[in-house]
């Protein structure tokens, strides 16, 4: 291989292809730095507010970078992951530093920040977006810590 081909090679981005997937549920816009999971596998994380409602809308890609999502032009990125969504195991009245939450699906959240926000059983959505930890969000909130098994 000549020297001049191999330079071209490496001047010329390597491009993933564009595709279309969807939301899995309701969305009801973007907000920073959150994520949305996809039908099918992967995840969405958003770079920006921009509220509006659909119910499982098409997300339209050039490679990892989101286009639109339905009709809105949005800044957002897509993720190799997955998610599982569970509950808290009983009330659940926010995170203090080193509080244990048991969760139905038999994990344990050890919180590393401090929120309040009481609900009963509230829904939890735990994300694992590729080489990163998971990510833990409490009705909708992000709460830092560490998952263990029972």
Same mark, same amino acid.
């Given at each position: 291989m000549n020297k001049f081909f191999m330079f071209f090679i490496l001047l010329v981005p390597i491009v993933a292809n564009a595709g279309t997937y969807k939301i899995d549920g309701d969305f009801? @816009? *973007?907000?920073?730095?959150? /994520?949305?999971?996809?039908?099918? @596998?992967?995840?969405?994380? *958003?770079?920006?507010?921009?509220? /509006?409602?659909?119910?499982?809308?098409?997300?339209?890609? %050039? $490679?990892?970078?989101? !286009?639109?999502? @339905? %009709?809105?032009?949005?800044?957002?990125?897509?993720?190799?992951?997955?998610?599982? #969504?569970? #509950?808290?195991? $009983?009330? /659940?009245? @926010? *995170? %203090?530093? %080193?509080?244990? !939450?048991?969760l139905q699906n038999g994990l344990v959240f050890v919180c590393s920040s401090y929120g309040y926000k009481y609900s009963y059983s509230p829904e939890v959505m735990i994300y694992f977006v590729e080489s990163n930890k998971p990510q833990v969000f409490i009705k909708g909130k992000k709460y830092n810590g560490t998952l263990y098994k029972k």
């Open positions: 009801e @816009g *973007c907000d920073y730095d959150q /994520f949305y999971p996809l039908a099918g @596998g992967g995840i969405l994380e *958003c770079q920006e507010y921009n509220y /509006f409602y659909e119910y499982a809308p098409e997300v339209r890609t %050039d $490679g990892r970078e989101v !286009i639109t999502i @339905g %009709d809105n032009k949005v800044h957002a990125t897509l993720h190799n992951g997955s998610v599982i #969504k569970t #509950k808290v195991d $009983g009330e /659940f009245n @926010g *995170c %203090d530093y %080193d509080k244990k !939450i048991n």
